[in-house]
C-alpha cells in the first residue's frame, strides 16, 4: 500500500508562489511515475504536471507550461509541485497521484493510469 499526503496549499495573490508537497509512505517510491492533478468547482479532474520514477522526463499541462514545475526527492520520498506566476484560474484543489510502479519511461495524463491518490490540497488564487 502507498500513501500520499499533500500540503502546501493556501491562498495566494496573483502573480505569486506556492510549492506543493507529496509525502509518500509505503513501498517501491522510487519505481513510481508521479503526477499533479487538480479539480476546479463544477469542473473536471485534469491533469497538471508528471514526473518519471527518475526525475529524468517531465510533462507538464500547456495551461501550466513555464509557470509550474514538477520534480521528486527519491531519497525523502517526496514530490513536489513549485508554482510561479499564479492566476486566478489555477484556483483548484490538487492532488498528489502516484503509478503502480515498475520503472515506466512515459507519462500519462489520464488518472485511470494512477493507482494512489492523496487526500487532496486546496490552492486559492485571489486578491
Known amino acids: 500500500q502507498v500513501q500520499l499526503v499533500e500540503s502546501g496549499g493556501g491562498l495566494v495573490q496573483p502573480g505569486g508562489s506556492l510549492r506543493l508537497s507529496c509525502a509518500a509512505s509505503g513501498r517501491a517510491f522510487s519505481s513510481r511515475s508521479m503526477a499533479w492533478f487538480r479539480q476546479a468547482p463544477g469542473k473536471e479532474r485534469e491533469f497538471v504536471a508528471g514526473i518519471i520514477w527518475s526525475g529524468s522526463n517531465t510533462l507538464a499541462a500547456d495551461s501550466v507550461k513555464g509557470r509550474f514545475t514538477i520534480s521528486r526527492d527519491n531519497a525523502k520520498n517526496t514530490a513536489y509541485l513549485q508554482m510561479n506566476s499564479l492566476k486566478p484560474e489555477d484556483t483548484a484543489v490538487y492532488y498528489c497521484?502516484?503509478?503502480?510502479?515498475?520503472?515506466?519511461?512515459?507519462?500519462?495524463?489520464?488518472?485511470?493510469?494512477?493507482?494512489?491518490w492523496g487526500q487532496g490540497t486546496q490552492v486559492t488564487v485571489s486578491s
Open positions: 497521484a502516484a503509478d503502480r510502479g515498475g520503472l515506466r519511461t512515459g507519462i500519462s495524463r489520464s488518472d485511470y493510469e494512477y493507482t494512489y
